[in-house]
């Protein structure tokens, strides 16, 4: 699969859970301050990417990530 | 109502009278108060008493909703309509408040997540779970739409606690700490596991069909739904120029100290309970000219209640009433929509009937407004709500 589908894949997950526009997540987006998201939310996206991408991700690595790109980053790089 | 009793036993009466300016509804009858008025007026009902026509989206964004139980989202929808009912009074917030009544929260949350929990394990449980099922949530989240920062509380007292809450909140505005309160009920308490509890305790109707103070009356119907009423400082009302539907005169609460689902015997905590409020209210049974009863169509429950209802109010006899033919029991929120219905009662000038019922059981004397409504003759109403655990509430309402 191709990064833009990839990231397709990962936008699906994170409107659906942060209930935002599809076009507010790019990867410059910051979750806290252009997306509304707070600790709970970033909780619930994870598990959300968690089932959608069958991967596990453990809470010390969500440390410092804090925009769209960031997250993706670390999606993709547990797919390789 | 009364600030309180001095050491000598003699009763202070408060300064400040509390005003209902602004009623919100959200019943399986109808959303808001023309649809839930001329559904109550209708003389039968069956079947589900669930909100199909329910949109949270009028009434809060996408993620909101998300993360509000469906009980919250009624609360919230009845208390956005109360608050535009009331014509959105500007207030200061800090004079501003909210109290809430519920039976359980966020149970369909809960369930949903119990069985997430069991079936693909803990770390899939929501991070919501918690401030989504606490019974406090739909406060919460009524203080937070409005900003209000006034005592935001929540009475947890199974099927009173919507008319608790609102006379919890009358005491806030009657004290002087308050001169607005949002107050209220919600319930949402249809899940399978809490629809089996209440049918496996022989409580709910085996045929659905809830008729109050009937013969062949065979349990209560379970229902959900919200109501919201805005509780305002008399003066604070009248300087504005507001609609008041009703003055909360009187409020009592007490319990039966006796059983923690059957009422105590021929319907002495619901007498002084009643005596409660009308005492608080400085009326007499005779200045009763309607009660809007609990009358959950369970056996027991409307026994005690029209024994109670017979030895207080005798030769009186006011006319009876009880809503929840048509609308079944909402439970935590039934005692906030009989206030609507209360407020709507005096607006009417007329007596919904008890949908559903045909036949008074003769072993009662109490006159049951059955079939077509009755016009309301002057005086007060009482609201009487009565929950598991024995907690009674009775409110009593004057004409502005």
Redesign the interface.
């Known amino acids: 699969m191709d990064d833009a589908a990839l990231f397709d894949q990962f936008k699906a997950c994170a409107v659906k ?4 526009d599809g076009d507010k997540v790019v990867p410059e987006a910051n979750f806290a301050d252009d997306l ?1 998201a707070d600790s ?1 939310d970033i ?2 996206l994870v ?1 959300e990417l968690e089932d959608s991408f069958s991967i596990k991700v453990d809470e010390s690595e969500l440390e410092g990530v804090d925009t769209v790109g960031a997250a993706f980053n670390l999606v993709k790089g547990k797919l390789a | 109502m009364k600030l309180g009793w001095s050491a000598d036993g003699e009763a202070i009466e408060s300064p400040f009278q509390v005003a209902i300016t602004g009623v919100g509804v959200v019943s399986s009858v109808g959303i808001g108060k023309e649809a839930f008025w001329s559904g109550i007026l209708n003389s039968s009902y069956s079947g589900s008493r669930l909100i199909d026509d329910f949109d949270p989206a009028q009434y809060m964004n996408v993620k909101e909703a998300r993360r509000a139980d469906r009980y919250n989202q009624l609360g919230l929808a009845a208390s956005i309509l109360a608050m535009n009912d009331a014509g959105n009074p500007e207030i200061n917030p800090a004079k501003a408040g909210v109290w809430m009544g519920t039976g359980v929260g966020g149970l369909t949350t809960l369930e949903s997540q119990i069985l997430i929990c069991h079936g693909r394990g803990p770390d899939r449980v929501s991070p919501f779970l918690v401030p989504m099922m606490m019974a406090n949530s739909n406060a919460a989240t009524i203080s937070m739409k409005f900003g209000f920062t006034n005592t935001c509380q929540t009475t947890a007292t199974a099927c009173a606690a919507g008319t608790q809450a609102i006379g919890n909140a009358a005491r806030e505005i009657s004290s002087g700490r308050a001169t607005i309160m949002l107050a209220g009920g919600a319930e949402v308490a249809t899940t399978p596991t809490a629809i089996a509890g209440f049918d496996n305790m022989t409580a709910a109707s085996p045929t659905a069909t809830s008729r109050p103070f009937d013969a062949e009356r065979n349990g209560f119907v379970m229902a959900e739904g919200a109501a919201v009423v805005v509780l305002e400082e008399l003066s604070h009302a009248v300087a504005r120029g507001a609609h008041i539907y009703a003055i909360v005169a009187g409020y009592g609460s007490n319990a039966d100290a006796h059983h923690i689902t059957a009422p105590a015997p021929h319907g002495a905590g619901a007498i002084a309970c009643m005596e409660r409020a009308l005492e608080d209210a400085g009326l007499t049974p005779s200045q009763i000219a309607h009660v809007n009863a609990h009358g959950t169509s369970t056996p027991l429950n409307d026994k005690g209640e029209a024994e109670a209802i017979d030895k207080l109010f005798g030769a009186t006899r006011p006319p009876v009433t009880s809503i929840k033919g048509a609308l079944g029991h909402t439970l935590g929120a039934a005692g906030a929509i009989e206030t609507v219905a209360a407020c709507l009662t005096f607006e009417n000038g007329i007596i919904p009937p008890t949908a559903n019922t045909v036949n008074i059981d003769p072993e009662m004397n109490i006159d049951v407004v059955i079939g077509q409504p009755r016009k309301l003759g002057d005086g007060a109403i009482i609201s009487n709500s009565f929950g598991f655990g024995g907690h009674n509430g009775s409110l009593v309402f004057t004409r502005p």
């Open positions: 859970v942060l209930g935002v509304d709970l909780v619930e598990m």
